[in-house]
C-alpha cells in the first residue's frame, strides 16, 4: 500500500540540517552508498550517515577530486564510476557486493543540470542518462544487497525542477524536438519521482521501501552551466557572488540541502511508508495541478503510478537491466 502523499508532521522544516535530524540515529553495522557523495549536500549527507556509524561507499566519476574532498574521511569506500557509462556502473556494483552483503540505504543524489545538449555512448540524452538511466542500472545492479538488508531506503534526489516538464514519452532522448535544457532538466527530475514510486511498490515485498526528495535550491557545482548573472537575478547569490540563505524560500545552505535526504533515508517517522515525495523534511503536499507555483509540493505529472510503470519498463528495455 503507498503511503499517503501529505505531511506527517515530522517536527523538522525547511532550516533544518542533516546533523539535526539524524541526531539520535545509530547506524552501526549498516552499509550505505552515496552517489554524488564528494562535493555539495553529497559530500553532507555521507557526512551525516558516518557520525552515525555508517560504513558509506562512494563511487565518484573524477577520483582524484573526490579523494581530495574525502581526506578527512578515509573510512570512506571511494571507487570510480560514471553514471554515462553502463560498464562502469556494472562493475562499480560488482565491488560493491564484494565488499559487503548488504546495502541499507543507496541515496541517489549525483546530477547534472541544464548542459548543452550531449549524449552518452548509446546516443541518450545526458541529463536523462545520469540523472535517471544511470541511478536505474546502479539500484538494480545492487537489489541482492539491498533486498538481503530487509529494511533498505532508496533515495531518489529529485528537484522542484519536475515542474519544468513530465515525461515525453514519445521522444525521451530529444532525437525528434528541439533541446531545452531546462526541459531535459525538468524530465529527468520527475522521471527522479517516479523511480521511487516505482520502486516502491516494486520492493515493498523483500522490505526496501524508496522515497524522492527536492533538496531546496542551494548553490553548489550543479548550477556550472548558469551564468552569474542569471543567479544574480534569480536572488540565489548577491553582488559579491555569495549565496543568499532563506531557506523558507527554497534557498538553503548544503547542510539544509542533504537534510530532507537524511531524514528519509534514517528516520523512524517513515517505518512502513514509501513511494512519496519530501521536502523540507516532511512528506511533501500533493498539488491538485502540475501548474502550481507552490516550491516544496509535488505535482502529478511526477507522482502518478501510471506514468512510473510506463517510466519502469522504459529504463529496462534502454538499459536491459531490471529486478527479479
Not at 566519476?61 to 560514471?82: C, E, F, I, Y
Not at 555512448?121 to 541511478?135: C, D, K, P, W
Not at 537534510?259 to 523540507?280: E, F, I, R
Request: glycine fraction near 10%.
Amino acid at each position: 500500500m503507498r503511503t499517503l502523499q501529505s505531511p506527517i508532521g515530522s517536527g523538522f522544516g525547511a532550516a533544518s540540517a542533516a546533523e539535526e535530524v539524524i541526531r539520535g540515529i545509530d547506524l552501526s553495522g549498516r552499509c550505505a552508498v552515496v552517489t554524488g557523495g564528494y562535493s555539495g549536500i553529497g559530500i553532507e549527507t555521507v557526512k551525516a550517515l558516518r557520525s552515525a556509524g555508517a560504513r558509506v561507499f562512494v563511487p565518484a566519476r573524477d577520483l582524484a577530486k573526490a579523494s581530495a574532498a574525502l581526506s578527512g574521511m578515509r573510512d570512506v569506500v571511494l571507487q570510480p564510476m560514471n553514471l554515462l557509462d553502463p560498464a562502469s556502473i556494472d562493475h562499480y556494483a560488482e565491488h560493491v557486493l564484494k565488499e559487503t552483503n548488504t546495502v541499507d540505504i543507496l541515496i541517489n543524489n549525483a546530477g547534472v543540470m541544464a548542459p548543452p545538449l550531449a549524449r552518452d555512448s548509446r546516443g541518450y540524452e545526458s541529463q536523462f542518462s545520469a540523472n535517471h538511466l544511470g541511478h536505474f542500472q546502479l539500484t538494480c545492479r545492487l537489489w541482492p544487497a539491498l533486498a538481503r538488508s530487509g529494511h533498505a531506503r532508496v533515495i531518489a534526489v529529485s528537484s522542484l525542477g519536475h515542474a519544468r516538464a513530465g515525461i515525453d514519452f514519445r521522444d525521451v532522448n530529444f532525437e525528434h524536438r528541439d533541446y531545452d535544457p531546462w526541459i531535459a532538466y525538468g524530465q529527468a527530475k520527475t522521471a527522479n519521482a517516479l523511480f521511487a514510486l516505482a520502486l516502491d511498490s516494486i520492493g515493498q515485498r523483500s522490505g526496501v521501501r524508496a522515497f524522492s526528495v527536492h533538496p531546496g535550491g542551494v548553490i553548489t557545482d550543479l548550477v556550472r552551466h548558469m551564468p552569474k548573472e542569471v543567479l544574480e537575478t534569480r536572488n540565489y547569490i548577491d553582488k559579491h557572488g555569495r549565496p543568499i540563505i532563506d531557506p523558507e524560500n527554497n534557498k538553503k545552505t548544503p547542510q539544509q540541502g542533504a537534510a530532507t535526504s537524511v531524514w528519509c533515508a534514517t528516520s523512524p517517522q517513515l517505518d512502513g511508508m514509501g513511494g512519496v515525495y519530501c521536502s523540507n523534511c516532511d512528506i511533501a503536499e500533493a498539488l491538485p495541478s502540475d501548474e502550481s507555483t507552490d516550491l516544496s509540493g509535488v505535482r502529478p505529472r511526477a507522482a502518478d503510478p501510471v506514468a512510473a510503470g510506463r517510466l519502469w519498463q522504459l529504463s529496462e528495455h534502454l538499459t536491459g537491466a531490471g529486478i527479479d
